[in-house]
Structure formats: structure tokens, C-alpha cells
């Protein structure tokens, strides 16, 4: 079965910082990866995904993430965290070329302090 | 483009009643999915419909049940009501039609179970 392991429920930077926000899978099958987000009283929002094109992926708001198979990882990054994205991540995989029936990690809150 | 319209926005149910919920795609959507959202648990995945077929299904039990119409507007039910049901049940659709498809989120539906 397909999981997804989000380490740390809660990140805390500062404005400026870089963001490291960590998503390790399991899958039995080349899996498709995803991270969403949801800002508070909104809907979740896709940031970018991976569907074995490029193992460095670029998203919106300027979010990247790297698949890398050894590590069995699929990271997000932004180099300079602005306060707008205080939000909650979610890491996602799903084994089905749609990209439906997602399998979510418990999610990462995103602190920004000035 | 309207978006994921979800209805009612919010639900007050007491024990052993029944519910459903309502969402409506996006106009040429034609894959529709279902989740629930808690504190506990988070984001779990409970159904996909495309083409009024099920066509992915999460590890729910029988009282949770759904159904696509024709225009792709999808309906849930959730009978004999648990105080654990009590969650943010959101729907997301998409247009299925490449690799890793976008899915675009409903703001939920918030169902209390008292």
C-alpha cells in the first residue's frame, strides 16, 4: 500500500529563510507526487507535481521539490519565505496515472514570523 | 469558470441520522472525488467517481456511499451518523485527461455530529 510520511507537524522560519518542508513516500509502483496547500478558510491549492518528467519539479510561488528515488523522497523547498505562505502543506502520492484517489500525509504547518 | 461548488456549507446532524452532502464540478469535469478531513486523521480519502462508474474507493465502511450523475454532480451519503464522522468532507474534480491531473478542491462541507 501507498503512504506518505511528512516529517514535523509544525515548521517555523523566519522571513527571508529558506523552506524545507519533508516528505518521504512508500510505494510499491513508480509513483505519482504531489504537494498541495490550504490557507486558512480556503481550499487546498496544488503547488507542483511529479509524474517522472523531471526529478526537480517547479511549482507556483516559487516552491520546488526534488524526487529522488535512493532517498525515497520528494522535499519541498523555497529559498526565501515570505509571509504569505504561512498556510498548511500536504504531501501527497497517488499510483494512478489520473492523479486522483490521493493518499495525504498528516500535513505540515508553515509558520512565517517577521 | 465557476469552481468546485460544495452545498450545504455547514451541517448540524445528530447520531443514527443520515446526510448528504452535494458537490458540483467544474463545467467538463468529469472525475469527481470525495474526502474527509479531521484533526486526527486527516486527509483521507473516502471515494473517486468518473463517468457515474466508482471507479477508486478508500477504506471506509458501507455507511459511506456516493453516487455521479450524468452532469457529473456527485452526491454522498452518510447514514446511521457516528460522533466520529464530525469532519470537513471536501470534493475535488478534475478533468482526467493527462498525466497526474490537477484536482481543484470545493471549500467542504463542515458536518458536526452531535
Known amino acids: 500500500a501507498q503512504s506518505v510520511t511528512q516529517l514535523g507537524s509544525h515548521v517555523s522560519v523566519s522571513e527571508g529563510a529558506l523552506v524545507l518542508l519533508r516528505c518521504n513516500y512508500s510505494s510499491s509502483v513508480p509513483p505519482y507526487l504531489f504537494w498541495y496547500v490550504q490557507y486558512p478558510n480556503q481550499g487546498l491549492q496544488l503547488l507542483l507535481k511529479y509524474t517522472s518528467a523531471a526529478t526537480l519539479v517547479k511549482g507556483i510561488n516559487g516552491f520546488e521539490a526534488e524526487f529522488k528515488k535512493s532517498e525515497t523522497s520528494f522535499h519541498l523547498t523555497k529559498p526565501s519565505a515570505h509571509m504569505s505562505d504561512a498556510a498548511e502543506y500536504f504531501c501527497?502520492?497517488?499510483?494512478?496515472?489520473?492523479?486522483?484517489?490521493?493518499?495525504f500525509g498528516k500535513g505540515t504547518t508553515l509558520s512565517v514570523s517577521s | 469558470k465557476a469552481g468546485v461548488t460544495q452545498t450545504p456549507r455547514y451541517l448540524i446532524k445528530t447520531r443514527g441520522q443520515q446526510v448528504t452532502l452535494s458537490c458540483s464540478p467544474i463545467?467538463?469535469?468529469?472525475?469527481v472525488s470525495w474526502y474527509q478531513q479531521t484533526p486526527g486523521q486527516g486527509l483521507q480519502f473516502l471515494f473517486e467517481?468518473?463517468?457515474?462508474?466508482?471507479?477508486n474507493k478508500g477504506n471506509f465502511p458501507g455507511r459511506f456511499s456516493g453516487r455521479q450523475f450524468s452532469n457529473s454532480r456527485s452526491e454522498m451519503n452518510v447514514s446511521t451518523l457516528e460522533l466520529g464522522d464530525s469532519a470537513l468532507y471536501l470534493c475535488?474534480?478534475?478533468?482526467?485527461?493527462?498525466?497526474?491531473?490537477?484536482?481543484?478542491f470545493g471549500s467542504g462541507t463542515q458536518l458536526s455530529v452531535l
Open positions: 501527497a502520492v497517488s499510483d494512478n496515472q489520473a492523479g486522483t484517489a490521493l493518499i
Open positions: 463545467s467538463g469535469h468529469r472525475s
Open positions: 467517481y468518473f463517468s457515474e462508474t466508482q471507479r
Open positions: 475535488a474534480s478534475s478533468a482526467d485527461r493527462g498525466l497526474g491531473e490537477k484536482l481543484f
